[in-house]
Every structure is written in C-alpha cells, then in structure tokens.
C-alpha cells in the first residue's frame, strides 16, 4: 500500500521507535528514521528499504533548534513534507529526589518536553497546508507517578498536557493530536534499568509480567500498533487523547 505520505519518527534507532518506523512504513508512508546518530538509523532504514518501502535515515539532536528545523527541511525535500510525526525520542535518568542532579532533570526534561515542541513546532506548517496531520507523542504509565522518576514522570506527564493543547490549536486544519502511554515494554531501555538496579533481566521482565492482567510485558510491535490507527485515515475523529497500552487498567 503506497499513498505517498511521508512520517518523522524520533528516537527510531531501536526499540519502539524501530518498531514504529517500520509499520508506518508498512502501512504506506515514506519514513524518516529520525535518532541522535544518523549511522544509528541505517538498519531500520535499510530494513525498510529491503521490505520495499522508503525510508530515510537522518540524524537530528531533537533539543537543538537549528538541527530540528534543517534536518526536517532535507525529509521534506528528499521524501515530501511530513504530514506524520511521532515524538518517541526519550531519555531516562533516573534517581531519588534527594540524588538527582540538575543536570538529571534537565536533560530529561529538554529531550521529552524541549524536543516534540520543536519537531512539531516545525512540521506543524507541512500538516496545515495539506490539510492532513497526525502528531502522536510518547507519554508513559509512570506520568502517574513512579518512585526515582520525578524527572521523567514530569516529561511525561507534560507531553499529556502539550498533546492536548495541539489538538485544541491544530484540529481546525485537519490535523489531530494524541499521546500513548505505554506500560512495562521490553526493551534497551528496560533492559538497562535491570542491569542498574542489579536484578537478572529475565527476572526484571517476569516480576512485571506478574503485575500486568494480562500476565505478559509489552513489545515494541504493541505500541507500534496503537500508533499505526492513531496515524491512519480512520483516527480523524480521534484527537487529544491519551491512550494506555499498558496490559489492563492502572490504579
């Protein structure tokens, strides 16, 4: 299926975001896979290219302005403007209150918050004049509140907030806004904070499974999915929502 739509996913080296560029692109758009590291991105990129669809592999900083607003400038010129975005980029640092740096904060802080408003700061315009826009941006079930997370609990809770307000400013030109919230998902990042809080990742992943009514953790394909109909023709009605993909319902 080819409808000659072009998507950005941040963050798309691996994990959900990998697994979000490449159903996009199965669904029919053009992809940028979009990461820190541009050589990060060749193997999604290449994946996608192998399965017959088009993808670009570009290496933006999403808290750098000028990198944001040249780096969606060449998708638009090399694969057509961008009229899907999905905000995954993320960062965790975490740590207790009393432990976490400025520095901590900030960071996280800039990458969630900082980088979807510029990324859709400079797509918003590609969306408006095709009267066709679908931004979907990464929240979490720890927006909730979770222990060592102030920083990234904040973000994301934040990108709740923002999803909203771009879905009361943009709707009237045909572009909707809406956040997934994902629960416990295997990947990198879930393996690293078993490996810092000492614990067997395999142990690290039944521990949660046996918290999760549906008695397994998530995968990258789960989340990839919620966005893949949150992006679709069908989701038009669909906007400043926050969906949990988390396994059952949270307290």
Not at 9 to 29: E, K, M, P, S, W
Not at 240 to 248: C, E, K, P
Request: hydrophobic content about 45%.
């Amino acid at each position: 299926m080819t409808h000659g739509r072009t998507a950005i996913v941040t963050g798309a080296a691996r994990g959900i975001g990998a697994a979000t560029a490449r159903r996009l692109a199965a669904d029919g758009f053009a992809v940028a896979v979009v990461d820190l590291d541009e050589s990060a991105c060749d193997e999604v990129a290449s994946n996608i290219r192998e399965a017959g669809g088009s993808a670009l592999g570009v290496g933006i900083d999403v808290t750098e302005a000028e990198q944001v607003e040249a780096g969606v400038a060449r998708i638009a010129d090399e694969l057509g403007p961008p009229v899907v975005l999905v905000n995954n980029a993320g960062i965790i640092r975490d740590n207790l209150l009393f432990r976490m740096s400025e520095s901590d904060w900030d960071s996280v802080i800039d990458v969630h918050l900082r980088g979807a408003f510029l990324m859709a700061r400079a797509c918003q315009a590609h969306m408006t004049a095709a009267t066709f826009g679908r931004i979907v941006n990464l929240s979490s079930s720890s927006a909730q509140g979770n222990r060592g997370q102030a920083n990234y609990s904040a973000a994301k809770a934040g990108l709740q907030g923002f999803t909203k307000t771009l879905a009361i400013e943009l709707g009237k030109f045909g572009v909707t806004a809406n956040a997934v919230a994902p629960g416990f998902i295997q990947t990198d990042m879930t393996a690293a904070t078993a490996e810092r809080m000492g614990v067997p990742f395999e142990d690290f992943l039944a521990h949660a499974a046996s918290q999760t009514p549906v008695q397994r953790v998530g995968q990258p394909e789960d989340i990839a999915a919620t966005i893949s109909f949150l992006c679709s023709e069908e989701a038009g009605f669909v906007s400043g929502q926050v969906i949990y993909v988390a396994g059952g319902p949270l307290d």
